[in-house]
């Protein structure tokens, strides 16, 4: 009996230490998902986790927003018509970049290589000017020039059009798309000047790789290259709306955007924004492409910068330090830990 009795008490011993090493486990494993989520994966730019809430990706919005406005606090912002005025006596290269949709009360900022071309396609379709078919990117980036462009439409220099474009700028719910300043650079060189792949932009790469080594034989740019023309390019109005800076594209201290999305979490800011366009996700998003640019990415494209000497990775970071700023992205890991060492 006093054996048994023993036993029962060893047993009961037991069975505490095992909830209590189960509640330390627990906590260690909380402690590891509170350090990954806060330390290693900026919170701005965590991808959809299980339990993720509209009202989450929402605050994110107002985060957003808000770096925006404080970015921007330096400057006072001039009334609508005052801001179109000045649009007007721009090169049309030089405007903002915004189609807009009357059936949608939408208006989107183009912003290349960062997925805008499914928004202008649906575009087209809710307008009418697709019969329910997606357009190849050639395609669609011309139908939208002609029917959905902004300045195909509106003549700013009139002053019934003026108040006009005032109205859908003040009424319609817009949009605008950023990436990781730096990696959209990649992409951009990747898709657009890398090969012989686009014959339009093939010309520009030659033409790039001419004119930093005019002494070489012709050919494609190279990564360097690039890099070395866009250093160049003082006046960054002046560079191709693929790597032109999302603040010249979109000029986010006039526009008041009422959603700043990123296509590092467009499979979460999808959600929001076609609830509150009235749609549904299924008709902009596509999980699986998105998804794909959480893999790998990041690696491959420091990579490209890490072939440059440290002085040009600076720069190019230089050139592009305010779109981080303003954008809330974190610095990249591969500029020199001196200068940059500080976010802000």
């Given at each position: 009996?006093?054996?048994?009795?023993?036993?029962?008490i060893?047993?009961g011993y037991?069975?505490l230490?095992?909830?209590?090493?189960?509640?330390?486990l627990?906590?260690?494993?909380?402690?590891?998902?509170?350090?990954?989520t806060?330390?290693?994966?900026?919170?701005?730019?965590?991808?959809?986790?299980p339990?993720?809430t509209?009202?989450?990706?929402q605050?994110?919005?107002?985060r957003?927003?808000k770096t925006?406005?404080e970015?921007c606090?330096?400057s006072?912002?001039?009334?609508?018509?005052e801001?179109?005025t000045?649009w007007?006596n721009m090169e049309?290269?030089?405007?903002?970049?915004?189609?807009?949709?009357?059936?949608?009360?939408?208006?989107?900022?183009?912003?290349?290589?960062?997925?805008?071309?499914?928004?202008?396609?649906?575009?087209?379709?809710?307008?009418g000017?697709?019969p329910?078919?997606?357009?190849?990117?050639?395609d669609?980036?011309?139908?939208?020039?002609?029917?959905?462009?902004?300045?195909?439409?509106?003549?700013?220099?009139t002053?019934?059009?003026?108040?006009?474009?005032?109205?859908?700028l003040?009424?319609?719910?817009?949009i605008?798309?950023?990436?990781?300043?730096?990696?959209r650079l990649?992409?951009?060189?990747?898709?657009k000047l890398?090969?012989?792949?686009?014959?339009f932009?093939?010309g520009?790469?030659?033409?790039?790789h001419?004119?930093?080594?005019?002494d070489?034989?012709?050919?494609?740019a190279t990564?360097e290259?690039f890099?070395?023309?866009?250093?160049?390019?003082?006046r960054?109005?002046e560079?191709?709306?693929h790597?032109?800076p999302f603040?010249?594209l979109c000029?986010?201290c006039n526009i008041?955007?009422?959603?700043?999305a990123?296509?590092?979490?467009?499979?979460d800011?999808s959600?929001?924004?076609t609830?509150n366009i009235?749609?549904s996700r299924?008709?902009?998003?596509?999980?699986?492409?998105?998804?794909?640019?959480?893999?790998g990415?990041s690696e491959?494209?420091?990579?490209y910068y890490?072939?440059l000497?440290?002085?040009k990775r600076?720069?190019?970071?230089?050139y592009?330090?305010d779109q981080?700023?303003?954008?809330g992205?974190?610095y990249?890991?591969f500029?020199?830990?001196?200068?940059?060492?500080?976010l802000?």
């Amino acid at each position: 009996m006093f054996k048994k009795k023993c036993i029962a008490i060893a047993i009961g011993y037991m069975a505490l230490f095992g909830i209590f090493v189960l509640m330390k486990l627990n906590l260690d494993i909380k402690a590891i998902f509170v350090s990954y989520t806060t330390r290693i994966v900026p919170k701005d730019l965590m991808p959809q986790m299980p339990g993720t809430t509209i009202g989450f990706v929402q605050e994110l919005n107002n985060r957003r927003r808000k770096t925006i406005k404080e970015f921007c606090a330096g400057s006072e912002v001039p009334a609508l018509n005052e801001t179109i005025t000045r649009w007007s006596n721009m090169e049309v290269n030089s405007r903002p970049r915004i189609f807009y949709s009357d059936s949608m009360k939408l208006i989107v900022c183009d912003t290349p290589r960062c997925g805008t071309n499914r928004w202008r396609n649906l575009m087209l379709i809710m307008d009418g000017h697709l019969p329910g078919y997606e357009a190849g990117p050639d395609d669609n980036f011309g139908m939208s020039k002609k029917n959905n462009f902004v300045w195909s439409k509106f003549n700013p220099k009139t002053e019934s059009q003026t108040n006009d474009f005032g109205d859908k700028l003040h009424n319609y719910y817009k949009i605008m798309i950023t990436r990781e300043p730096l990696q959209r650079l990649v992409s951009a060189y990747r898709e657009k000047l890398e090969t012989n792949a686009n014959g339009f932009y093939s010309g520009i790469s030659k033409k790039i790789h001419s004119a930093v080594n005019p002494d070489s034989p012709s050919g494609l740019a190279t990564f360097e290259e690039f890099i070395d023309y866009i250093l160049s390019t003082k006046r960054r109005i002046e560079l191709d709306p693929h790597w032109k800076p999302f603040s010249e594209l979109c000029d986010p201290c006039n526009i008041n955007y009422d959603y700043i999305a990123k296509t590092e979490t467009l499979h979460d800011d999808s959600q929001v924004i076609t609830g509150n366009i009235g749609i549904s996700r299924d008709r902009i998003h596509n999980s699986t492409e998105y998804g794909r640019l959480q893999d790998g990415k990041s690696e491959l494209y420091r990579k490209y910068y890490l072939v440059l000497d440290i002085k040009k990775r600076d720069a190019i970071f230089k050139y592009y330090k305010d779109q981080y700023d303003m954008f809330g992205y974190d610095y990249p890991d591969f500029i020199s830990t001196g200068e940059f060492s500080k976010l802000g």
